[in-house]
């Protein structure tokens, strides 16, 4: 354990032991330095003690590792002081100009210890790679900001300050300087931050209810936990209002009425299992997440028009100052509680197409049938129960007062506003119909919710992907056909023989991926038999990256074909690195030698938890230098590596760090694996320069000793040389062309294929065949949206514009 944040932790000890006995002198006032030191090391609860000593250790132990001791007690010191300041002038401010914002409770003492960590972790994120960078403060500003809305405690405000002071002195202490860019995401960090943002709206009422001030924007969300039917002196009073005499000998809260806060938690269960949901990428989860977000947007604007017209007439006829900037705070409280969730269900609608993940139409209609079924069950339930036991209630409602109760039986009892409650239970009988219907509706729907995100088979083409990927393994395919068992494909069975096509429709063009695959896929009838297909649904087929083999057997069909790709293809057993042309491989492999770079052949699976983040961290550093979108159809991502099929090649530094990974997708062929073929290759901007060439060299090494007879480094789209004797291009091979041109800067295409090169591979063209030139407008539209689904036409004009500066400005400095 580093030895200063052993010694910060068992200072933060002794002083909250001294604390908790009583004996610690104070300063003269909230501004005296020494007042100010110890609040930093005081922790004021003695159950929070265990926790924050937990805390210090952890974030303290990782943060001394990459920023040295000295840097750790300059941050805790000098930025925990400087956060204490911030908050006692800010503190007065409030309550100077701004009595009618319900920010935070009144601030008295300095900073607390975990507002000091808090500066801790943002010191340090400027130290640290693109990644772990982005999340650091992502966590922290989730954590801060939500204690701040939620409890609005004093020290939540310290904690909301210590991120800009914590920002600053990374800054001033050598960290990376602080930039007003966005960096660009790749899918799964994107899907990362909206699960985050989902949970901090299922979490942020808890904390409201349970450690919550009252004092905060959001905590109004505390008070939704507690039933607003009491009893006082014999009476049952909703919120404080005497509605009837009791019978005699009155009723007692029962277990029943006690349970009121917890029926209102299962929303927020199902906002978690959303945010889980979310994770994993699939787009049934953030359509929940959005309805439950909405729905509480809907209840919250209805409490606020029901309840809040007394309180505007409150205020018209209050004249003292202290009483008006009450009423202004729940106000202006209830306003933002509604607006909040408004704005998360915006935000995830804005980022939808990062859950990528469809779900299959079954698991939607049994997840709507479910939750459908249940409410209806709930509302008869209640409504019918309610008519039955009429007398149970006080005063004894009609059939228009019950049906107008029933309307509001699927909220949580402790979510009805006073305003709304014409009578109330007074027997068991009654407290069960008051109670369970709304109980036993949300259960239903966290249950639903669990079976429809959670199950595997409940996600679109599954069961498809299971069956195309035994085709594949029965009988084989191009060096493309395993990315046909990505996610994002559906897939079409020949009816009559052992084939297979993957495609992706985007507007009326569905491009396949590849040609067939399985045991029958040249058999010239399986690509009509998808053409006719095709054409019984109003698509126009696009046969996509298919290699020359797979293009011969479309001949009969009579359609164009263009070339859109270049495989380049190494034979394992007759490769070596000899030759004067693949010099830059042999320098590559003696260097890694001397400077104890090493190659290791795994799978993702063996890989520990350090090594996953850290090639987590080289893909999103690379994401975050390009242009455009993560683009995928036929390109790869960390995502696809996760496939036990799917081997890697990583290279380690002589520390052991990962500086770069290549992934590798088996080519199947009727007898089972016969090679594998390149998909991702990233590396650190710091690796050793030639670390690919010692990556590919070694792995054809490693295929030759397998007994391997394919390899290939896949194809570069939009990049391919042509010879001089060939024929002039058409306008698509021009067109393509310059599109290649234009992607250059962003994904460097062209680059990839002359990289390629230092290997000395045999090439073969790839593919595109298409039915009518005159739909290539709409063709290349859909090509971009299998590449970039998020990609709307606008926004590529945008991309496109910025390139074509970027090439200007180069070829002018160039120049």
Same mark, same amino acid.
């Given at each position: 354990?580093?030895?200063?944040?052993?010694?910060?932790?068992?200072?933060?000890?002794?002083?909250?032991?001294?604390?908790?006995?009583?004996?610690?002198?104070?300063?003269?006032?909230?501004?005296?330095?020494?007042?100010?030191?110890?609040?930093?090391?005081?922790?004021?609860?003695?159950?929070?003690?265990?926790?924050?000593?937990?805390?210090?250790?952890?974030?303290?132990?990782?943060?001394?590792?990459?920023?040295?001791?000295?840097?750790?007690?300059?941050?805790?010191?000098?930025?925990?002081?400087?956060?204490?300041?911030?908050?006692?002038?800010?503190?007065?401010?409030?309550?100077?100009?701004?009595?009618?914002?319900?920010?935070?409770?009144?601030?008295?003492?300095?900073?607390?210890?975990?507002?000091?960590?808090?500066?801790?972790?943002?010191?340090?994120?400027?130290?640290?790679?693109?990644?772990?960078?982005?999340?650091?403060?992502?966590?922290?500003?989730?954590?801060?900001?939500?204690?701040?809305?939620?409890?609005?405690?004093?020290?939540?405000?310290?904690?909301?300050?210590?991120?800009?002071?914590?920002?600053?002195?990374?800054?001033?202490?050598?960290?990376?300087?602080?930039?007003?860019?966005?960096?660009?995401?790749?899918?799964?960090?994107?899907?990362?931050?909206?699960?985050?943002?989902?949970?901090?709206?299922?979490?942020?009422?808890?904390?409201?209810?349970?450690?919550?001030?009252?004092?905060?924007?959001?905590?109004?969300?505390?008070?939704?936990?507690?039933?607003?039917?009491?009893?006082?002196?014999?009476?049952?009073?909703?919120?404080?209002?005497?509605?009837?005499?009791?019978?005699?000998?009155?009723?007692?809260?029962?277990?029943?009425?006690?349970?009121?806060?917890?029926?209102?938690?299962?929303?927020?269960?199902?906002?978690?299992?959303?945010?889980?949901?979310?994770?994993?990428?699939?787009?049934?989860?953030?359509?929940?997440?959005?309805?439950?977000?909405?729905?509480?947007?809907?209840?919250?604007?209805?409490?606020?028009?029901?309840?809040?017209?007394?309180?505007?007439?409150?205020?018209?006829?209050?004249?003292?100052?202290?009483?008006?900037?009450?009423?202004?705070?729940?106000?202006?409280?209830?306003?933002?509680?509604?607006?909040?969730?408004?704005?998360?269900?915006?935000?995830?609608?804005?980022?939808?197409?990062?859950?990528?993940?469809?779900?299959?139409?079954?698991?939607?209609?049994?997840?709507?049938?479910?939750?459908?079924?249940?409410?209806?069950?709930?509302?008869?339930?209640?409504?019918?129960?309610?008519?039955?036991?009429?007398?149970?209630?006080?005063?004894?409602?009609?059939?228009?007062?019950?049906?107008?109760?029933?309307?509001?039986?699927?909220?949580?009892?402790?979510?009805?506003?006073?305003?709304?409650?014409?009578?109330?239970?007074?027997?068991?009988?009654?407290?069960?119909?008051?109670?369970?219907?709304?109980?036993?509706?949300?259960?239903?729907?966290?249950?639903?919710?669990?079976?429809?995100?959670?199950?595997?088979?409940?996600?679109?083409?599954?069961?498809?992907?299971?069956?195309?990927?035994?085709?594949?393994?029965?009988?084989?395919?191009?060096?493309?056909?395993?990315?046909? &068992?990505?996610? *994002?494909?559906?897939?079409?069975?020949? $009816?009559? !023989?052992?084939?297979? #096509? @993957?495609?992706? =429709?985007? +507007? %009326?063009?569905?491009?396949?991926?590849?040609?067939?695959?399985?045991?029958?896929?040249?058999?010239?009838?399986?690509?009509?038999?998808?053409?006719?297909?095709?054409?019984?649904?109003?698509?126009?087929?696009?046969?996509?990256?298919?290699?020359?083999?797979?293009?011969?057997?479309?001949?009969?069909?009579?359609?164009?074909?263009?070339?859109?790709?270049?495989?380049?293809?190494?034979?394992?057993?007759?490769?070596?690195?000899?030759?004067?042309?693949?010099?830059?491989?042999?320098?590559?492999?003696?260097?890694?030698?001397?400077?104890?770079?090493?190659?290791?052949?795994?799978?993702?699976?063996?890989?520990?938890?350090?090594?996953?983040?850290?090639?987590?961290?080289?893909?999103?550093?690379?994401?975050?230098?390009?242009?455009?979108?993560?683009?995928?159809? &036929?390109?790869? *991502?960390?995502?696809?590596?996760?496939? $036990?099929? !799917?081997?890697?090649? #990583? @290279?380690?530094? =002589?520390? +052991? %760090?990962?500086?770069?990974?290549?992934?590798?997708?088996?080519?199947?062929?009727?007898?089972?694996?016969?090679?594998?073929?390149?998909?991702?290759?990233?590396?650190?901007?710091?690796?050793?320069?030639?670390?690919?060439?010692?990556?590919?060299?070694?792995?054809?090494?490693?295929?030759?000793?397998?007994?391997?007879?394919?390899?290939?480094?896949?194809?570069?789209?939009?990049?391919?040389?042509?010879?001089?004797?060939?024929?002039?291009?058409?306008?698509?091979?021009?067109?393509?062309?310059?599109?290649?041109?234009?992607?250059?800067?962003?994904?460097?295409?062209?680059?990839?294929?002359?990289?390629?090169?230092?290997?000395?591979?045999?090439?073969?063209?790839?593919?595109?065949?298409?039915?009518?030139?005159?739909?290539?407008?709409?063709?290349?539209?859909?090509?971009?949206?299998?590449?970039?689904?998020?990609?709307?036409?606008?926004?590529?004009?945008? #991309? @496109?514009?910025?390139?074509?500066?970027?090439?200007?400005?180069?070829?002018?400095?160039?120049?």
């Amino acid at each position: 354990m580093p030895r200063a944040t052993v010694a910060l932790a068992a200072v933060i000890l002794l002083v909250s032991l001294v604390q908790f006995r009583g004996a610690v002198l104070v300063g003269d006032g909230p501004f005296d330095v020494r007042e100010l030191a110890r609040s930093i090391f005081t922790v004021d609860r003695p159950a929070f003690l265990p926790v924050v000593m937990l805390a210090v250790l952890v974030v303290g132990g990782l943060a001394e590792r990459v920023i040295g001791p000295g840097r750790l007690l300059v941050a805790y010191l000098a930025g925990g002081l400087t956060t204490s300041v911030a908050g006692l002038v800010i503190g007065a401010v409030e309550s100077a100009f701004l009595p009618g914002l319900p920010l935070n409770s009144e601030v008295f003492t300095g900073a607390p210890p975990v507002a000091a960590l808090l500066v801790v972790a943002m010191t340090a994120s400027g130290f640290v790679g693109a990644l772990w960078r982005r999340r650091v403060r992502w966590a922290s500003a989730v954590i801060a900001v939500t204690l701040f809305l939620y409890s609005a405690s004093a020290s939540d405000l310290y904690t909301l300050i210590a991120l800009p002071v914590g920002l600053a002195l990374g800054v001033v202490l050598g960290g990376r300087p602080v930039t007003l860019r966005v960096h660009r995401s790749s899918h799964h960090e994107t899907r990362v931050l909206l699960a985050a943002l989902t949970a901090v709206t299922a979490v942020g009422p808890m904390i409201a209810t349970m450690w919550g001030s009252g004092a905060g924007l959001l905590s109004v969300y505390g008070w939704l936990s507690y039933d607003p039917l009491t009893v006082v002196d014999g009476r049952v009073c909703v919120a404080g209002s005497e509605l009837l005499a009791c019978p005699a000998g009155g009723w007692t809260t029962g277990p029943l009425q006690a349970s009121a806060g917890w029926i209102a938690a299962l929303p927020l269960a199902v906002l978690l299992v959303a945010s889980w949901g979310i994770l994993r990428g699939r787009r049934g989860a953030l359509g929940i997440a959005i309805a439950v977000n909405l729905l509480v947007f809907v209840g919250m604007m209805y409490v606020f028009a029901v309840t809040e017209p007394d309180t505007l007439a409150t205020l018209a006829v209050t004249r003292d100052a202290d009483a008006a900037s009450a009423v202004w705070q729940i106000l202006v409280g209830v306003a933002v509680s509604a607006l909040v969730p408004l704005a998360v269900a915006v935000t995830l609608f804005v980022f939808r197409r990062a859950a990528r993940v469809g779900s299959a139409p079954g698991a939607r209609s049994l997840f709507l049938g479910t939750v459908g079924f249940a409410g209806v069950g709930a509302l008869a339930t209640a409504f019918v129960g309610t008519m039955a036991f009429s007398h149970h209630f006080s005063p004894e409602p009609g059939p228009a007062a019950i049906f107008r109760a029933t309307v509001l039986r699927l909220l949580p009892p402790s979510l009805l506003p006073t305003e709304s409650i014409a009578f109330v239970p007074t027997t068991g009988w009654a407290q069960a119909l008051w109670y369970l219907p709304s109980a036993i509706f949300w259960t239903v729907c966290v249950i639903a919710s669990i079976r429809f995100v959670l199950s595997p088979g409940s996600a679109a083409h599954s069961g498809d992907r299971a069956r195309a990927r035994a085709v594949l393994g029965r009988g084989g395919g191009g060096a493309l056909s395993f990315m046909t &068992t990505w996610t *994002g494909n559906a897939y079409w069975f020949a $009816p009559d !023989v052992d084939a297979a #096509i @993957a495609y992706r =429709v985007r +507007g %009326r063009i569905a491009v396949t991926l590849g040609g067939a695959f399985g045991r029958d896929r040249f058999d010239p009838s399986v690509a009509r038999a998808f053409v006719d297909f095709c054409g019984e649904r109003g698509w126009t087929p696009v046969f996509y990256s298919v290699d020359d083999a797979e293009n011969a057997a479309l001949d009969g069909l009579g359609w164009s074909s263009t070339q859109v790709a270049e495989e380049a293809r190494l034979d394992p057993a007759t490769w070596t690195p000899a030759g004067k042309k693949r010099q830059d491989v042999r320098t590559a492999t003696h260097r890694a030698a001397r400077e104890g770079v090493r190659a290791e052949w795994t799978t993702w699976a063996e890989l520990s938890f350090r090594d996953r983040a850290q090639i987590r961290e080289i893909s999103e550093a690379w994401v975050a230098d390009k242009t455009i979108p993560e683009m995928e159809f &036929t390109l790869g *991502g960390v995502e696809q590596m996760t496939d $036990p099929a !799917v081997r890697l090649m #990583i @290279a380690r530094d =002589v520390q +052991g %760090r990962v500086v770069a990974v290549t992934s590798w997708i088996p080519v199947h062929a009727a007898s089972g694996v016969q090679g594998y073929a390149l998909d991702v290759m990233r590396r650190r901007h710091d690796a050793m320069n030639g670390v690919m060439e010692f990556v590919i060299g070694t792995v054809v090494e490693r295929l030759r000793a397998e007994g391997c007879t394919v390899l290939s480094l896949s194809g570069s789209p939009l990049a391919f040389h042509r010879d001089a004797s060939e024929v002039e291009p058409d306008a698509v091979e021009r067109f393509l062309g310059q599109l290649s041109v234009l992607l250059e800067p962003a994904y460097g295409f062209r680059s990839l294929a002359n990289f390629k090169k230092k290997f000395q591979p045999d090439f073969a063209p790839m593919w595109m065949v298409y039915p009518d030139p005159a739909q290539l407008p709409a063709i290349g539209l859909a090509l971009m949206r299998c590449y970039a689904p998020g990609l709307t036409v606008a926004r590529a004009a945008r #991309i @496109a514009a910025g390139l074509r500066a970027s090439a200007r400005e180069r070829a002018a400095a160039s120049a």
